[in-house]
């Protein structure tokens, strides 16, 4: 993956430390970051806030696809989102807890040697 | 319309409830308000159900329909409210308060009396009629009472052997007592059924254990010493000790308020009325049993309704007309099948008979057809009832067969397949036509009988009809090409229980390999949880095992229940709610030690909330190294087993409840499911356990227990209904196993136990004929697998314990993996604390922040 000149560039752990389908939370600068290491080997990076419930559970959701888009499902209340954008593709008839908005902010992650590394900019 | 005119409705019974019911559903601009006057202290009930009291049934499981109907604003309802007079001049009723109620329309509904004979001895204590809750109620207790008084069996004798005699006779059995039917005429319900069905009930209604006496009239009930009911004597001179006497003989219209204000009276009473239910004063209606129309009285449900929905109808400006009251009847008394419809006693000139009689099996069919033996005139039916639902819709249609085909049991020589014309009633009750239900399912796109039930009404009160209505709404999908769709989610076009078979026989046990084989994608928070629940099932390996911790759902993903602000509650296993002293204390001082919130729970357990992720582990070491165990309050599995304190203590119970309780839910702890399990024990009929709330519930008796399934509480509460009476522990044991086992094989997710046995196809007698019939061959089947599973528990927290790999997975973050989560925040209230909320948070007013907590490891 490539990104313009990082601001901020954090390793969290190993790559070989994630289990696939398994999202793991890391706190990075003191933002709550949620990482999935996919089936296909595949690594995202959102926000670990879950917008419908304010809590700071997205790493403990279950990981799909809806058609051929990448998924991870809040544990709490059920809405789905997109691993690419981020999009909130199932509202469960609910509208997000005041302040927030439905969609997740996506971090750019990249492996290299070995490490998963998040950078803050990009979207927020 | 500019004003809302005011209807009074004199009565408060079932037909009232209808007219009610009718009005508001119809009325939609409001024309109309309706005060309903009702003599009885509650709402209107279902009468035809009254037997059902004594089979454990409270009196709001007899409510009619939406109990909210009370509430509308355009609805009245004044309990305890008999009218006692009408000023027709004024229009305005009296009730016995002496308060005044205008109308500008009055609808008589006062329905009927229990009417008994003016027999010597009548009015002595003991001597009961069966018509309203207070009489049932009345005739319990004092049934009760006498038990204890005379220290044996009460003898019970109902006088007339009519259908509300023999309600009433299976209402004494319930009650423990003996009941011996006395009847005038020479057989059992000599209104509904000839002689050969007469004598075949006489059979079968002996075999339960009432005696019958036929061609006996009641001169004198004598009382005993103490003057209490102590004998009947008869006519021919004979003599029988009794001990409480039910008279069931006949009901008549209670017209005394139409007399009272001039209206025309029947012959044998009854206000008279025309055929749209108007009595000569054209602003006053009678409707249901008081009402004399087409020169008679009928005491039946079905009429009275349709008198209901007229008598809405042309006050809405609409033109129907009584069409003529069915008669037909089905019903079951004493678990005996009995139904009468059409001509049932051949009286059309040149009808004839064609009987079926097979008395070992305690079996008599009779069908009435035309003289050429192509069209249904009616018939009788007795011990198997179960083509009544297909052959009542075809009176006075051809049979398109063999008639024969009817009368033999069932796949002896096949049924005609006839398809009913649009203008057969098939729900007699709601006055619901073929035609209707298909137009249900074409044109106003209901494609579930549920839905069908809801659009049309038909099968919602006696139900006889429903499955007929399922054939044809099944039919109708079929021709219409539309198919019920089972399918799980996108990754899946399989329902659970076939995906269950799938996964069983496939031997598969990897989601990747059975997404691969029978789904596509890459699955989802619908189907990953079912799979996981589906490999638990069928294996009973660890849930968060190989690659399992993947597919499970929030909580059984870190086996503790997940809370709104993403910390977690624990509840250790309490077996039938039998705790040592030492076990209370530990979860006391774990409870101070982390500062969790800790409540009681409904299934007689201890919850700590507030736990966090990274803390569950050291949580579980103390609990799991004291002996406790997993309560498994996180799965969509056995979560607890209710009990009371039973014979061990109480001074009531006959059974060791808790001991029974505690057997349970070791045998069943783990067991993943497709809904939550919950189950009960109570030592004794006083049900303290409210067992029959629970998806299995098991009732001590004085034989052993008896066992209800199918009971939930939740959104759509439903009593668990009985399975089996009198059984001993084995027996509790296996059939509660094959039960629980066949409901995981084949629910549908998230589908509980009473939905899941409603839905059954046949209901709860088929599952009884699975699992103790073994009606498909599959009881050793089930018998193993729920072995399989007893043998190879183990407490899924003690595992995790002892594994560094999976314990991984309890830290905060990854990258700093004692962190807590900074953004938890709590207040104090009552001692305890809770979750603060945004007003707090904003406020500064947060007392406990998690980083402050002293933590022990």
């Known amino acids: ?124 | 319309m500019t004003e809302t005119q005011q209807i009074v409705v004199v009565g408060g019974g079932m037909v009232a409830h209808r007219f009610t019911e009718a009005m508001r559903a119809r009325d939609t601009e409001g024309r109309y308000a309706v005060t309903v006057l009702a003599e009885e202290p509650r709402a209107p009930y279902d009468r035809v159900a009254l037997t059902s009291y004594f089979t454990g049934k409270d009196p709001e499981d007899l409510a009619l329909g939406d109990p909210a109907l009370w509430d509308d604003s355009l609805v009245t309802l004044r309990r305890d409210a008999k009218a006692v007079s009408v000023n027709r001049e004024a229009r305005e009723v009296t009730d016995v308060h002496g308060v005044v109620h205008p109308y500008d329309h009055l609808v008589m509904a006062t329905g009927s009396y229990a009417w008994a004979p003016p027999v010597k001895g009548g009015d002595l204590p003991g001597v009961f009629v069966y018509r309203t809750i207070d009489d049932v109620a009345a005739l319990r207790i004092y049934v009760e009472r006498r038990r204890k008084e005379l220290g044996r069996t009460v003898r019970g004798a109902v006088i007339g052997g009519g259908l509300l005699g023999l309600e009433a006779a299976g209402a004494l059995q319930e009650l423990g007592a003996t009941s011996t039917v006395i009847q005038f005429s020479d057989r059992l319900m000599n209104l509904q059924v000839d002689e050969g069905g007469g004598q075949a009930l006489s059979r079968l209604i002996e075999g339960m254990g009432v005696k019958v006496r036929c061609n006996t009239a009641t001169d004198a009930i004598k009382p005993d010493k103490h003057g209490h009911v102590g004998s009947l004597k008869f006519a021919d001179k004979g003599e029988q000790l009794v001990d409480v006497v039910v008279f069931a003989t006949g009901v008549r219209p209670r017209d005394e308020l139409g007399r009272d204000m001039g209206l025309a009276i029947g012959e044998r009473g009854g206000i008279v009325v025309d055929d749209t239910c108007l009595t000569a004063d054209p602003a006053i209606s009678a409707i249901g049993e008081v009402a004399c129309i087409q020169g008679a009285c009928i005491g039946l449900i079905a009429p009275g309704n349709t008198m209901a929905e007229i008598a809405v109808d042309r006050l809405l400006g609409g033109e129907s007309t009584f069409p003529g009251a069915d008669t037909a009847a089905k019903l079951k008394l004493l678990g005996v099948d009995v139904a009468s419809f059409g001509d049932a006693f051949a009286t059309t000139p040149g009808s004839l008979e064609l009987t079926y009689a097979d008395p070992v099996a305690g079996v008599y069919k009779k069908l009435v057809v035309t003289d050429d033996a192509r069209t249904l005139l009616g018939g009788i039916l007795v011990g198997d009832a179960s083509a009544y639902a297909s052959l009542r819709p075809l009176v006075g249609a051809e049979l398109g067969g063999d008639p024969a085909g009817w009368l033999l049991p069932e796949g002896a020589i096949e049924r005609p397949n006839v398809d009913l014309p649009d203008e057969a009633s098939v729900c007699s009750c709601n006055n619901v036509t073929a035609g209707t239900i298909r137009h249900a399912v074409t044109d106003q796109g209901c494609h579930e009988i549920g839905e069908v039930k809801a659009c049309t009404k038909a099968g919602t009160s006696c139900g006889s009809c429903l499955p007929l209505v399922k054939k044809i709404v099944g039919t109708e999908l079929e021709k219409s090409g539309i198919e019920l769709s089972h399918a799980l989610c996108e990754h899946f076009d399989m329902s659970r229980a076939q995906l269950f078979s799938a996964v069983q026989v496939s031997e598969l046990r990897t989601f990747s390999q059975i997404v691969e084989r029978f789904g596509s994608g890459r699955g989802c928070d619908i189907c990953k949880p079912t799979i996981g629940s589906i490999l638990a099932s069928i294996y009973n390996e660890h849930v968060l095992a190989a690659d399992r911790a993947a597919l499970q759902d929030t909580n059984d993903r870190v086996m503790a229940n997940m809370q709104k602000d993403g910390t977690y509650s624990v509840v250790p296993r309490v077996p039938g709610g039998e705790i040592l002293p030492e076990h209370l204390i530990l979860i006391g001082q774990i409870a101070q030690d982390y500062g969790l919130y800790t409540k009681i729970t409904g299934g007689q357990r201890i919850d700590l909330f507030g736990a966090r992720l990274e803390q569950l582990p050291s949580i579980w070491k103390r609990l799991v190294d004291a002996g406790m165990e997993s309560g498994h309050a996180y799965g969509k599995s056995l979560r607890t087993v209710k009990s009371c304190v039973g014979s061990t203590w109480c001074r009531y119970g006959v059974q060791d409840s808790v001991g029974m309780a505690i057997a349970l839910e070791l045998r069943y702890r783990g067991l993943r499911s497709p809904h939550k399990i919950k189950l009960g024990v109570s030592g004794c009929a006083r049900e303290c356990a409210e067992a029959r709330g629970k998806d299995v519930g098991v009732i001590a008796t004085d034989k052993g227990w008896n066992i209800y399934v199918g009971g939930n509480g939740g959104f759509t509460p439903k009593h668990a209904q009985l399975l089996v009476e009198d059984v001993d522990d084995e027996a509790v044991f296996r059939l509660v196993d094959r039960y629980l086992m066949y409901y995981i094989r084949t629910a549908d997710r998230l589908q509980r136990t009473a939905p899941w046995q409603e839905d059954h196809e046949g209901g709860l007698d088929a599952i009884r004929a699975v699992i103790m019939d073994d009606s498909l061959g599959i009881c050793a089947d089930l018998d193993a697998h729920m072995a399989r599973h007893i043998d190879s528990y183990e407490d899924e927290w003690a595992a995790v314990l002892k594994d560094p790999e999976r314990l991984r997975q309890f830290t905060s973050f990854v990258n700093a993996p004692d962190e807590p989560d900074p953004t938890l925040a709590y207040v104090e209230q009552r001692g305890q604390r809770r979750p603060a909320n945004d007003a707090e948070r904003s406020s500064g007013a947060v007392l406990i922040a998690p980083s402050r907590l002293e933590v022990r490891s």
Not at chain 1, 61 to 74: D, K, N
């Open chain 1, 1 to 124: 993956m490539t990104t313009l000149a990082p601001a901020s560039a954090v390793a969290v752990c190993a790559y070989d430390d994630l289990t696939p389908d398994l999202g793991v939370a890391a706190l990075v600068e003191g933002i709550q970051v949620a990482v999935f290491r996919l089936d296909d080997g595949s690594v995202h990076a959102v926000q670990n806030l879950d917008p419908f419930s304010d809590a700071h559970v997205m790493s403990r959701g279950i990981t799909g696809s809806r058609g051929e888009v990448p998924t991870i499902a809040s544990p709490i209340y059920k809405q789905v989102f997109s691993l690419l954008t981020g999009q909130c593709l199932v509202t469960m008839d609910k509208a997000p807890q005041a302040g927030h908005a439905a969609d997740l902010a996506v971090y750019p992650v990249s492996v290299d040697n070995g490490q998963v590394i998040i950078h803050l900019v990009g979207t927020a």
